[in-house]
Structure formats: C-alpha cells, structure tokens
C-alpha cells in the first residue's frame, strides 16, 4: 500500500553557544572565545520512488543535531550535519503551524524544511578598543520546529478514470508493464498504479463512485492524484445500462472537487466491446458524439482495437516529446 499522506514533527538543530576563553599562549592575552557551530537544517529531496514516505507511517518526529559550542583558541564549534528526506516527486509539504506550502516537482528537487538555528558568538567578536577582555558571548539560536503534512499527489500525464470495474486496470496491464490487480467485482485496485508507455507515465486510479468529492467510497483519497496528469481517460463499460448518467456522475465528481478538470482533455473511452453487437456500440458512440468527439472502443480481447489505442499513445507520446524540446 502507497503511503501518500503523512503528517511528522521536525526540529532543526539550534544553534550551538559561543565560548568565552583567553589567550593561553604565553606572552599574548586576549580573548579567543569563538562562535558555536550552526545547527543542523531539514530538506526535502525529490526522487522517483512512490513508496519513500512509507517510513513516517511510524516514524513521526525528525530532529536535526545541535552545533556544538565554540572553544578556545579560535576554535569555532562544528556545525550539525543537515538531514536530507527522500519526498517522491508530486509530494506537497504543507506547513501547519505557518500556513504554508512548497512541493517537490522534479527528482533531486530541494527544498529547505526547517532552518538550523545560527551559532552564538564567543567573546573573541565583542573585542574593542574600549573593552579589551570582553566577557559577552551569544547564545545560539533555536533551530525551526513545525508540525509538517506530507502529501503525495501523483504527477502523471494520463490518468485513468471510471466508475469501479470499468476496464482500468486491465488497460494499463495491457498497454504498459503495470500490475494492477484485475478482478470482476468493484473496487479491486485500493491504490494507484503508474505504468510507462514509451515517454507518457500513465495513473491507474481507483474506482470512482458518485459522491467521490465528499469522501464517500474510497472518496478524495484518490481525486488528488487525478489533479496534476494532463489528460483524462475516462474509461466506460459497455456492460452498464446507464451508460450517459454515469458518464456524467464521475464528470460531475471531478468538476466538484476541482474546477480544473473543466479545462483538461479528455478521451472517452468505451471498454469491454466485446460483450454488446456492433448495432448497439455505434448507437452508444453516437450518444457521445455528442458530448465528446474524442471516441476510442476497445476490448482487451480485440487486438484491432488495442493497436488503435497504442497508436494514440504514440501520438500523445510524440507530442509531450516535442513540447520539451
């Protein structure tokens, strides 16, 4: 199971004291008291693995070291080492003691957490030419503490929708070196499943159900990680008497929950042809016409129809290929 939702205590390193100590070289006075070393800070850095935020399922407080105080001599305190967390790409870090956000988009992507507190310092940086043996020293400041939200929001360029048993996973099996589970009774697929075709990362999401928005079924769980793919894919059974009706329910949800996918493309695509005549699926493909010119009907048993799909991937594979350059 994908962990993509989390929340953790952090605390950054504080800051370690300066000194305050006098030249013990014979012959030679004055103050040689230096500055504590910086606490440690906490980043966030992106890589490609879904599953890295699996260990804050128990993990739940992250602490950065203290820098240690300064010395004699000159002798500045070592700075606590900075703590790097590995955040899959799409992980959105929500401070909740400030309000605000920041997000990992890109492997190696860093981003500061929490700042480790400055060094305090030692005596040696209050001489003057009034005060020659200054005793004055600074504490070291306190390193950033926030109660922090980690949440995954898949970044896919084509995500596959549909109410439960639609023909998702099945589809991405078929088209990509994905494993989703596939089985004839809903809600099969609990979590979402990535797939590659040649350059487009494909999201297998599970099953919506009206009413998806507001939590019910497996609910806005899963509606986040439809937020950032750039096309839809919303697959529809041929099996289902309501065919329209439940069309519009999940596009209702979607719409619902954010109004960007107003403005997203969409592919509809009818599944499991093979289980209605020819009669039938063109007077279906006529009632969506209507709504959405952009028709593809496939059977995973229909090596045809399988081909004319890998062959609009190849296209939208192409043209992603080509906005980047």
Do not use: W
Request: proline share 4%; hydrophobic share 35%; net charge positive.
């Amino acid at each position: 199971m994908i962990i993509d939702d989390v929340i953790i205590q952090i605390k950054a390193g504080d800051g370690g004291d300066g000194a305050v100590a006098f030249n013990k070289n014979l012959n030679e006075k004055g103050p040689t008291g230096a500055r504590g070393g910086n606490g440690g800070s906490i980043y966030g850095i992106g890589v490609s693995d879904l599953d890295a935020l699996r260990p804050f399922r128990y993990t739940k407080q992250i602490s950065a070291e203290n820098g240690k105080n300064g010395r004699g001599q000159f002798i500045d305190g070592p700075a606590g080492p900075d703590i790097f967390i590995h955040l899959p790409i799409g992980t959105v870090i929500h401070n909740l003691d400030n309000d605000t956000t920041s997000e990992i988009v890109k492997v190696n992507e860093k981003v500061l957490i929490a700042k480790g507190g400055i060094g305090g310092r030692g005596n040696f940086h209050f001489k003057s030419s009034t005060n020659t043996s200054p005793k004055e020293f600074e504490e070291g400041k306190p390193g950033e503490e926030f109660k922090i939200r980690f949440e995954l929001k898949l970044i896919a360029d084509i995500g596959l929708v549909g109410l439960p048993n639609a023909g998702k996973s099945s589809l991405i099996n078929e088209v990509t070196n994905a494993k989703s589970k596939v089985a004839n009774y809903p809600f099969t697929t609990l979590e979402p499943h990535l797939g590659v075709f040649e350059h487009l990362i494909i999201a297998d999401i599970p099953g919506l159900i009206e009413g998806a928005s507001t939590n019910k079924g497996l609910g806005i769980k899963f509606l986040r990680h439809i937020e950032r793919t750039k096309i839809i894919f919303h697959l529809i059974s041929c099996e289902n008497e309501k065919i329209i009706s439940s069309y519009r329910k999940i596009r209702k949800e979607l719409e619902k929950y954010n109004p960007v996918f107003k403005t997203k493309k969409e592919y509809i695509i009818l599944t499991k042809t093979d289980t209605v005549d020819e009669q039938k699926l063109e007077k279906i493909k006529a009632k969506f016409t209507k709504i959405n010119k952009n028709i593809l009907c496939i059977s995973i048993y229909d090596y045809d129809s399988i081909e004319k799909l890998k062959k609009l991937l190849y296209e939208l594979s192409n043209q992603k290929q080509k906005d980047q350059i």
